[in-house]
Protein backbone atom coordinates (compact mmCIF):
# COMPACT_ATOMS: atom_id res chain seq x y z
CA UNK A 1 0.00 0.00 0.00
CA UNK A 2 2.77 2.37 0.69
CA UNK A 3 3.82 2.24 -2.41
CA UNK A 4 1.08 2.75 -4.31
CA UNK A 5 0.97 6.04 -2.17
CA UNK A 6 4.24 7.13 -3.22
CA UNK A 7 3.60 5.92 -6.84
CA UNK A 8 0.66 8.23 -6.94
CA UNK A 9 2.30 11.28 -5.29
CA UNK A 10 4.82 11.45 -7.41
CA UNK A 11 2.30 11.36 -10.68
CA UNK A 12 0.71 14.15 -9.09
CA UNK A 13 3.57 16.03 -8.72
CA UNK A 14 4.95 15.47 -11.93
CA UNK A 15 1.88 15.65 -13.70
CA UNK A 16 1.17 19.68 -12.18
CA UNK A 17 2.52 22.75 -13.55
CA UNK A 18 2.88 24.08 -10.81
CA UNK A 19 5.40 22.14 -9.68
CA UNK A 20 7.24 20.89 -12.93
CA UNK A 21 8.94 24.69 -13.86
CA UNK A 22 10.26 24.74 -10.11
CA UNK A 23 11.65 21.09 -10.10
CA UNK A 24 11.75 19.07 -13.42
CA UNK A 25 9.62 16.45 -13.75
CA UNK A 26 13.15 13.53 -13.90
CA UNK A 27 14.00 15.50 -10.47
CA UNK A 28 11.27 14.40 -8.42
CA UNK A 29 12.43 11.02 -7.51
CA UNK A 30 12.66 7.65 -5.23
CA UNK A 31 16.57 7.82 -4.29
CA UNK A 32 19.59 7.47 -2.28
CA UNK A 33 22.05 9.73 -3.69
CA UNK A 34 23.59 12.28 -2.49
CA UNK A 35 23.84 14.65 -3.66
CA UNK A 36 20.76 14.57 -4.68
CA UNK A 37 19.88 16.70 -8.33
CA UNK A 38 19.62 20.13 -7.37
CA UNK A 39 16.55 21.27 -7.16
CA UNK A 40 15.22 17.98 -6.57
CA UNK A 41 12.11 16.33 -4.57
CA UNK A 42 12.71 13.38 -2.79
CA UNK A 43 10.26 10.92 -2.43
CA UNK A 44 11.46 9.58 1.06
CA UNK A 45 10.38 7.88 4.22
CA UNK A 46 6.67 6.35 5.09
CA UNK A 47 4.91 4.63 7.44
CA UNK A 48 1.87 2.52 7.72
CA UNK A 49 -0.16 3.03 10.72
CA UNK A 50 -3.48 1.05 11.52
CA UNK A 51 -5.80 3.50 11.97
CA UNK A 52 -8.11 1.63 14.41
CA UNK A 53 -11.49 2.79 13.05
CA UNK A 54 -12.71 -1.20 12.53
CA UNK A 55 -12.39 -4.44 13.26
CA UNK A 56 -11.98 -5.35 9.55
CA UNK A 57 -8.48 -3.02 9.62
CA UNK A 58 -9.64 -1.12 6.39
CA UNK A 59 -8.26 1.98 7.40
CA UNK A 60 -4.46 3.00 7.28
CA UNK A 61 -2.96 6.34 7.78
CA UNK A 62 0.27 6.73 5.73
CA UNK A 63 2.74 9.29 7.14
CA UNK A 64 5.26 9.78 4.08
CA UNK A 65 8.18 12.29 3.48
CA UNK A 66 9.01 14.65 0.82
CA UNK A 67 12.54 16.33 0.86
CA UNK A 68 13.11 19.07 -1.17
CA UNK A 69 17.01 20.01 -2.27
CA UNK A 70 17.78 23.37 -3.59
CA UNK A 71 21.52 24.86 -3.84
CA UNK A 72 21.04 28.10 -2.57
CA UNK A 73 22.07 29.98 0.14
CA UNK A 74 18.31 31.18 1.53
CA UNK A 75 15.24 29.36 1.99
CA UNK A 76 13.28 31.29 -1.01
CA UNK A 77 13.32 28.63 -3.84
CA UNK A 78 12.96 25.85 -1.21
CA UNK A 79 9.74 27.30 -0.12
CA UNK A 80 8.15 28.43 -2.81
CA UNK A 81 8.55 24.71 -4.27
CA UNK A 82 7.14 23.43 -1.29
CA UNK A 83 4.18 25.84 -1.80
CA UNK A 84 3.78 24.32 -5.00
CA UNK A 85 3.80 20.68 -3.68
CA UNK A 86 1.30 21.49 -0.97
CA UNK A 87 -1.09 23.51 -3.76
CA UNK A 88 -0.30 20.16 -5.87
CA UNK A 89 -1.24 17.67 -3.13
CA UNK A 90 -4.30 19.69 -2.12
CA UNK A 91 -5.72 19.31 -5.92
CA UNK A 92 -8.52 16.17 -5.78
CA UNK A 93 -7.73 13.06 -4.04
CA UNK A 94 -5.15 11.05 -5.39
CA UNK A 95 -5.76 8.35 -7.91
CA UNK A 96 -4.85 4.72 -6.76
CA UNK A 97 -5.25 1.22 -7.91
CA UNK A 98 -8.53 -0.43 -7.80
CA UNK A 99 -9.30 -1.53 -4.08
CA UNK A 100 -7.58 1.46 -2.74
CA UNK A 101 -9.44 4.73 -1.85
CA UNK A 102 -7.44 7.77 -0.65
CA UNK A 103 -10.22 9.17 2.32
CA UNK A 104 -7.97 12.14 3.16
CA UNK A 105 -4.50 13.65 2.22
CA UNK A 106 -3.11 16.74 4.85
CA UNK A 107 0.15 18.14 4.72
CA UNK A 108 0.79 17.83 8.29
CA UNK A 109 3.26 20.26 8.35
CA UNK A 110 6.92 22.06 6.28
CA UNK A 111 10.04 22.19 7.25
CA UNK A 112 13.32 24.35 5.76
CA UNK A 113 16.21 24.38 7.11
CA UNK A 114 19.76 25.52 6.06
CA UNK A 115 22.12 22.71 4.77
CA UNK A 116 25.54 23.19 7.22
CA UNK A 117 27.90 23.43 3.89
CA UNK A 118 26.30 27.10 3.08
CA UNK A 119 25.09 26.07 -0.55
CA UNK A 120 22.11 24.29 0.08
CA UNK A 121 18.63 24.68 1.36
CA UNK A 122 16.25 21.46 2.68
CA UNK A 123 12.84 21.24 2.76
CA UNK A 124 11.08 18.16 4.73
CA UNK A 125 7.11 18.12 3.90
CA UNK A 126 5.42 15.64 5.86
CA UNK A 127 1.87 14.23 4.92
CA UNK A 128 -0.84 11.88 6.60
CA UNK A 129 -2.37 9.99 4.09
CA UNK A 130 -5.51 8.17 4.86
CA UNK A 131 -6.50 4.64 2.76
CA UNK A 132 -9.29 2.71 2.90
CA UNK A 133 -9.10 -0.42 1.85
CA UNK A 134 -11.83 -2.53 -0.10
CA UNK A 135 -12.31 -5.80 1.32
CA UNK A 136 -14.42 -8.57 0.58
Known amino acids: ??????KALRARLVSQQLVTPLVPAA?????NQRPAPRPSIILGESQAVDE????????TRIYHTLHIWVRE???????AIGG???????NG????????HCADLLV?????????????????VTLEILIAEARP
Open 52 to 59: GTSLRRSH
Open 1 to 6: MELEVQ
Open 84 to 90: AVRTALM
Open 73 to 79: PSLERAK
Open 93 to 100: RLALPEGL
Open 108 to 124: ASQRYLRDPDGEHSHGV
Open 27 to 31: NILDT
